[in-house]
């Protein structure tokens, strides 16, 4: 099956800098990689997401990359603010599987 | 539109006890995820349901666990006997999957369960 793998699991940066969290998946035939933000005590929020056709994709300060050749993927969000302080979940999806296989998670945490 | 829904959002059990966790999707999705997720680790699939049929419960334990997602009514995680180790938060997921497509899947609030 998929393995997912996130990094790193805890991320601190500045306010206004940027911030990159990394995954990587093992099986080719994975096509849908979704990013899910999720606060304290709250649910997963979907904040963004790419398909396997394109090799980026980006909504404001958000933006995802995706390299199918070294099977990875990354979540880009720029000009960081206070309140995208919270855990960031990727994922990967084959249409030819069930399952969405979720990365361990990072803790992001934006100073003032 | 209403989103996803889940309830109770806090179940608390004693040992042995029962547990019934009820997601109602989003209107107009036919599919429905179970997760579980303990403190401060990430999402484990359960299993995957469409109405009345069972797509994939690889996640779920074998014992003790059951769900079900009838033609009427929410989809249910039903968990017998429970144990301390079952306390954990229990979030449903919900996507209309359409055919040969991989949808985005909307998460509930969770059911936080604490097993005495």
Not at chain 2, 86 to 109: E, I, K, M, R
């Amino acid at each position: 099956g998929e393995n997912v793998e996130q990094h790193p699991s805890t991320l601190s940066v500045q306010e206004g800098d940027s911030a990159v969290i990394k995954c990587t998946y093992s099986d080719s035939a994975s096509n849908y990689f979704p990013w899910y933000k999720q606060e304290l005590g709250k649910r997963p929020q979907l904040i963004i997401d790419i398909r396997s056709n394109v090799g980026e994709k980006k909504d404001q300060r958000i933006a995802v990359t995706l390299n199918k050749t070294a099977k990875h993927f990354s979540l880009h969000i720029t000009e960081t603010q206070p309140e995208d302080s919270a855990v960031y979940f990727c994922a990967a999806h084959s249409n030819t599987g069930n399952q969405f296989y979720f990365g361990t998670g990072t803790s992001l945490t934006v100073i003032p | 539109n209403a989103g996803v829904m889940q309830n109770p959002r806090h179940l608390v059990r004693r040992r042995g006890q029962e547990a019934r966790l009820r997601c109602s999707p989003m209107k107009g999705h036919s599919h429905v995820y179970w997760y579980r997720q303990l403190p401060e680790e990430g999402l484990k699939f359960m299993v995957y349901l469409q109405k009345e049929n069972i797509i994939d419960e690889s996640g779920m334990p074998k014992e003790r666990f059951s769900a079900e997602f009838p033609k009427e009514g929410p989809s249910i995680l039903r968990i017998q006997q429970v144990v301390r180790g079952d306390s954990a938060a229990y979030f449903c997921a919900s996507s209309p999957n359409l055919a040969g497509v991989t949808d985005t899947q909307y998460f509930g609030p969770g059911t936080r369960l604490t097993v005495l």
